[in-house]
């Protein structure tokens, strides 16, 4: 049964407060920053507001360009990681995981809520110049001396998976978990092989699991400045250590907010393209 | 279950299900042991991150008696319990609008709410930054609450609502043509049947608040340093065993509250209507 229809004093009254929070500490700063994407940093730090495009176009400065480049592809990596390692394990809770599903899957939730920085800095701990990657290497008989690990592209990349993961597995395990079991049965009675009830059945109705799951995992991972921070050095900068920077040292608002307003343009082509292929019902429902 | 299924097939799938349970027991490897590795450290007796000494707890006792320590564990304390109880009354609120309402703009404020649980965190942070900074108000405490109620606001609404789209609908109208004013029926009908709902969505507001580093970088000031700021901080000058204490504390922490959210959402299911 549907709700109550159009506006009254009640729904007025459940609505005010999240539309005056997130109203004035969400939506009106993302509009400040639009403002300032267009305007003029002074030397000094202030800004003139105006149409200036210059912001935008600066990111194709070689010096920048490299950067955005960099970020789309170790993002984009990291989004088909996830999805080649996440893919079995969401399969596997979802179908033959059995009573343990639910331990299973909050398995996968207890990292996700666990503090970003710790898990980004378990890597710190792991890769440093004598840590147990080192000594791993060593003790197998790969390396004979401490090779540089930390600091390095795939430091950052791989930092990234272990924090993205369960953002692709969740989506996954929720596509598959709905997945009526019969369907399969009835591709196999028409004698269809297992890889091929795969590929024709199982994964084309995952498809709103798979785009939801690469939309949570690329989007943040582009913005992402922890990671690079911690584990890429000066070598491996991101469009979100960009950001930072020109916030906090370069005080360049104006380029940092052109920058921090094309993250966000980002996500809204992302979600459009997901309303588009999946439609909202995915978006209400769980 | 097929016809067709001869042993051939069937032991085909048996090695490709074993298959499939290494690689999902590797996967949980991966996800566990770093952090595993690093609570492992912070009872290492000795100075040293890579050599396993002997069993100790003096690193916990180095963390007791930091006093900016402790500062940061009463801030990330008194953040993360009012901008709790903000986002919850005010995530609540908004679950009921949308899950029990059809209005115009419905569409947008569903996907405000999403965007705002999805826009990359530095993107709020430093838009945060710039209106605290226009609007002349000085970046501490306050700025840190206002912005984790902004951010985690979305994530209450979302584990509310799913509760209450769950939910039997007729015993709220039996309660009304019993005679019940809308007040009472919300008091004592709906919140004691959404109130699993309500707790996790706060215990779930609890841990990003608790948790947060990137937005609490950009709007913090002198001075109103949390624990993962604080973190932050010590890690400029390396890796130390104090690190790993801290670090453990926080996720013992986190993961305390994760489990008893899973609970209440785990015991909602079975009173669960329809």
Redesign the interface.
Known sequence: ????????L??A???S??TF??GL??????L??LA?SFGTSGVYGGITLGFNPGNYLKVFDPLYLEIVVRTFIIAGINTLLCLL?GY??A???AF?GRRWR?I?I??????F???????A??????L?G???AN?TLQFLGLTSEPINLIYTPGAVTLGMM?AY??FMILPLYAALEKFDGRLK?AA??L?AS?WHTFWRVTFPLSMPGVIAGS??VF??S?????IPN?LGGSRTVMM?NL??QQ?LQARD?AF??AL?MM??AL??AA?LFYVRRVG?DE???? | MTVKSGPVQKGMSRVSDRALLIFAGLIYLFLYAPIGIVMFFSFNSAKSTQNFAGFSTRWYGELLRDQTVLDAFQNSLFVGVIATAIATVIGTLTALALSRHEFRGKTFADSSIYAATVMPEIVVGVSLLVFFVAAGVGLGITTIVIAHVAFTISFVTIVVRARLSGMDRSLEEAAQDLGASPMQTFWRVTLPLILPGVMAGAMLAFTLSFDDFVITFFVSGVGSSTLPLKIYSMLKFGVTPVINALSTVVVLTTLVIILGASRFLAGSDDTKGS
């Open positions: 049964m549907r709700g109550r229809k159009g506006w009254s009640g729904l009254g459940l609505l407060p999240v929070w997130l500490f969400f939506l009106v700063p993302l400040l920053i300032y390692l079995p394990l399969y596997f809770i033959k639910n299973l909050l398995m996968v939730m207890v990292p809520w666990t503090s970003f920085l710790i898990r800095y378990a890597w710190v701990v792991i440093n004598n840590g147990i000594k272990y993961l369960p049965e196999q009675d004698g297992k939309i949570l989007i943040p582009a913005g992402e400045f922890v911690l979100g950001v930072q916030f608002w940092g907010s921090a993250l966000a996500l809204l979600i909202t978006l209400e429902g769980a």
